[in-house]
């Protein structure tokens, strides 16, 4: 799959949300994820590619491990839809200053909210 059907698709999705009813939505935010899985996997590979889920069910769709360190990353259709609370839990925890937002609607004014293209 190439970077401008991914685009394509990315697009496609995010004109259906506003449309979209509470299942959909569900529905379009597990394939919005298995593509940015996807996005990750085609440039970065997989070995270096993991998740994080405490008990108390806190959790982080992806971590990649990098030679500096650990960059964690949470895919959200919406940027708004982020709840910081796990992310900041897990970077508190493991001294991680680094953290993604990885989506396809709303304001991208901050640092770490960024589209799949962009990982």
Request: proline share 3%.
């Amino acid at each position: 799959m190439n970077d401008t059907r991914i685009k394509a698709d990315m697009l496609i999705i995010a004109l259906l949300v506003p449309h979209a009813n509470q299942v959909a939505q569900e529905i379009l935010g597990t394939v919005f994820e298995t593509a940015v899985f996807a996005e990750f996997v085609k440039t970065r590979g997989s070995k270096d590619l993991f998740f994080w889920r405490t008990q108390g069910k806190q959790e982080i769709d992806f971590i990649l491990r990098k030679p500096d360190g650990l960059v964690p990353y949470e895919v959200k259709l919406r940027f708004e839809q982020w709840n910081r609370s796990s992310m900041k839990y897990f970077c508190d925890r493991y001294g991680i200053e680094e953290c993604y937002c990885v989506g396809l609607e709303g304001d991208v004014s901050a640092r770490e909210r960024i589209f799949p293209w962009q990982i």
